[in-house]
């Protein structure tokens, strides 16, 4: 993507709120890679079990596998991302979420199952992800924690309204158009916006981070910038190469797995979860809607956090969460209980959403985001893939969920220690 640094605005588009518009576009792609979440797909898996006769293990394993070849692709999206920017590939990728939505309507063999899960994944859990969490950072720097807050909200608003709405299709009208009804709204809502709205960065439309027009981005910003930040000057910005040579590199791939692994995890299986513990599908689709909505205030919290604090140590905290919030879904005999690991979860997904999102760019800075930010991607639905086959295959073999959650009690403790050290890399002055 080329950067202009002209003083005078090259578009009309180019005046200081349109960085809030990119904003909310962001949080619109996000709520449009609801459709292969894993919340989503979870209200899909008895469907397919009550019509086509296949075991949960072996469902969770088309998915599992389908989720590492979607994983494996991500570094190829993401060097695509960088190189035909955000403006070009966001209305590719949102139409090809649509398609395989609509692909995912013709179930009738393993086969078709299997590439369908693949197709979501890679475009809708993966790709529009991606999107999204590398638009707006390539637009802020001293407010990227808020404004990466309000673009999460799209992320807030996909768990708590698709698995409902998903949810009402299926029993009322089916699977087929439960699909169908997604492929439509991405292909008349989130395609044509991105197509007439989004551009790569501010500076290809004559401005400069933050909303400001480029005459107004001068020597002065980095040093206002510690009004609001002082830990924060502007982060250099590194190749892929050399970002995969430090140490903190490889503590972020492995945080970004561990929440994927356990959040897919359990939400895949929480139908399951919830009805060995005597509750109907409707509590199962209420504790998924409950962790949405918790998120909304978490999410400006932990945004004015991030524009304040090392995000490393706020990492590590959440970790911690992570952990309480399992023993809570593993002890927890009745409903007042479980609503409150619905909410310590969604306090945990939201702070590792939004942290995750301005990790990366205050690590690496922007210029190859994509690129390193998709490894890191990979990383994630890697371990989305390895998350619901062994929450599976524990079922099968012990009747129960009890042992496999004790063993993912494991990861976030691990995680914790590998996030507090992982401070921001020091790049050479060479």
């Not at 699977?175 to 169908?180: E, P, Q, T, Y």
């Not at 910003?221 to 995969?244: F, H, Q, R, V, Y």
Request: net charge positive; with cysteine; proline share 7%.
């Amino acid at each position: 993507m080329k950067t202009h640094t002209n003083t005078q605005p090259k578009s009309k588009l180019a005046f200081p709120g349109y960085s809030w518009i990119i904003v909310l576009l962001s949080g619109l792609i996000l709520f449009f890679s609801g459709p292969g979440q894993t919340y989503n797909v979870s209200v899909f898996i008895d469907s397919y079990i009550e019509s086509e006769g296949w075991s949960r293990s072996a469902i969770s394993g088309f998915y599992s596998a389908a989720t590492l070849t979607a994983g494996l692709l991500m570094p190829f999206s993401g060097r695509l991302i960088d190189k035909k920017g955000h403006r070009f590939m966001t209305p590719v990728i949102a139409g090809s979420l649509a398609l395989a939505c609509f692909w995912m309507s013709f179930m009738q063999a393993p086969w078709m199952l299997v590439l369908g899960f693949v197709m979501i994944r890679l475009f809708g859990q993966g790709s529009m992800t991606l999107l999204s969490t590398t638009l707006t950072p390539q637009w802020f720097h001293r407010k990227q924690g808020i404004a990466l807050s309000i673009a999460s909200l799209g992320g807030v608003a996909g768990p708590a309204l698709i698995p409902i709405i998903s949810t009402y299709l299926i029993l009322h009208y089916g699977a087929s158009l439960a699909w169908r009804f997604w492929a439509f709204w991405l292909l008349a809502l989130m395609v044509p916006l991105a197509a007439l709205l989004i551009r790569n960065r501010p500076e290809d439309i004559g401005m400069a981070p933050d909303g400001r027009m480029a005459y107004e981005a001068d020597s002065k910003d980095i040093t206002s910038s510690k009004e609001t930040n002082p830990t924060a000057p502007m982060t250099p910005d590194w190749e892929p190469g050399d970002a995969t040579k430090t140490r903190t590199f490889w503590m972020m791939i492995y945080c970004m797995l561990v929440p994927s692994m356990i959040t897919t995890g359990i939400t895949f299986h929480i139908v399951s979860i919830i009805s060995e513990k005597g509750f109907p599908v409707t509590f199962a689709a209420l504790i998924l809607s409950i962790t949405a909505m918790v998120q909304l205030p978490v999410t400006f919290l932990i945004g004015w956090a991030c524009d304040r604090f090392p995000v490393y140590k706020l990492k590590a905290f959440n970790y911690l969460l992570m952990a309480a919030a399992i023993l809570l879904l593993l002890y927890s005999p009745t409903k007042p209980f479980l609503i409150l690991y619905a909410v310590i979860h969604g306090i945990s997904i939201s702070a590792d959403h939004v942290s995750t999102s301005a990790w990366w760019p205050g690590n690496f800075g922007r210029k190859h985001l994509a690129t390193i930010r998709g490894m890191g991607m990979t990383a994630m639905v890697i371990g989305s893939a390895l998350g619901p086959l062994p929450f599976g295959f524990a079922y099968d073999t012990f009747g129960d969920y009890q042992f496999i959650l004790l063993t993912m009690l494991l990861f976030p403790l691990l995680a914790f220690g590998a996030a507090l050290i992982s401070p921001p890399p020091q790049k050479s002055s060479n």
